[in-house]
C-alpha cells in the first residue's frame, strides 16, 4: 500500500520559515517526480513545484520561485519543501505527491495527473 505522509507544518510570521517532508512508502521512489501543490481555502489546489526521479531538475510556481526550495532523498525515500520568507498568502494545506515517469523528466503540474497523493499538512503565515 503506497503512503505519502507530510510533517512539518504549522504556524510562522511572516518572513519566517518552515520546512516540510514527505515520507513515501509501498513504491519505488526513485521510479517517481514528486510535486508539492497547496489549496489555500476557497480557492483551487495550485502547483507549487516538483523534483525529477534523480533530483537533478527542478520547477517551481512563479509564485515561490526564489524562496521556496525542493530536494529529494532517494535513499531515505523523502523530499523536502523548503520554506522561506514565508508571505500571509503561503497560508494553505501543503500536499505531496507522486508521478510515475520516465526520461527525460517532463515536469507535471497538474494534481490529477500524479498517481499518488498524501493527505496534506497545514501551513499558517501570520502576518
Known amino acids: 500500500q503506497v503512503q505519502l505522509v507530510e510533517s512539518g507544518g504549522g504556524l510562522v510570521q511572516a518572513g519566517g520559515s518552515l520546512r516540510l517532508s514527505c515520507a513515501a512508502s509501498?513504491?519505488?521512489?526513485?521510479?517517481?517526480?514528486m510535486g508539492w501543490f497547496r489549496q489555500a481555502p476557497g480557492k483551487e489546489r495550485e502547483f507549487v513545484a516538483v523534483?525529477?526521479?534523480?533530483?537533478?531538475?527542478?520547477v517551481y510556481a512563479d509564485s515561490v520561485k526564489g524562496r521556496f526550495t525542493i530536494s529529494r532523498d532517494n535513499a531515505k525515500n523523502t523530499v523536502t519543501l523548503q520554506m522561506n520568507s514565508l508571505k500571509p498568502e503561503d497560508t494553505a494545506v501543503y500536499y505531496c505527491?507522486?508521478?510515475?515517469?520516465?526520461?527525460?523528466?517532463?515536469?507535471?503540474?497538474?494534481?490529477?495527473?500524479?498517481?499518488?497523493r498524501g493527505q496534506g499538512t497545514q501551513v499558517t503565515v501570520s502576518s
Open positions: 509501498g513504491l519505488t521512489f526513485s521510479s517517481y517526480a
Open positions: 523534483i525529477s526521479r534523480s533530483g537533478g531538475n527542478t
Open positions: 505527491a507522486a508521478d510515475l515517469q520516465r526520461d527525460p523528466f517532463i515536469p507535471t503540474m497538474r494534481w490529477t495527473s500524479y498517481n499518488y
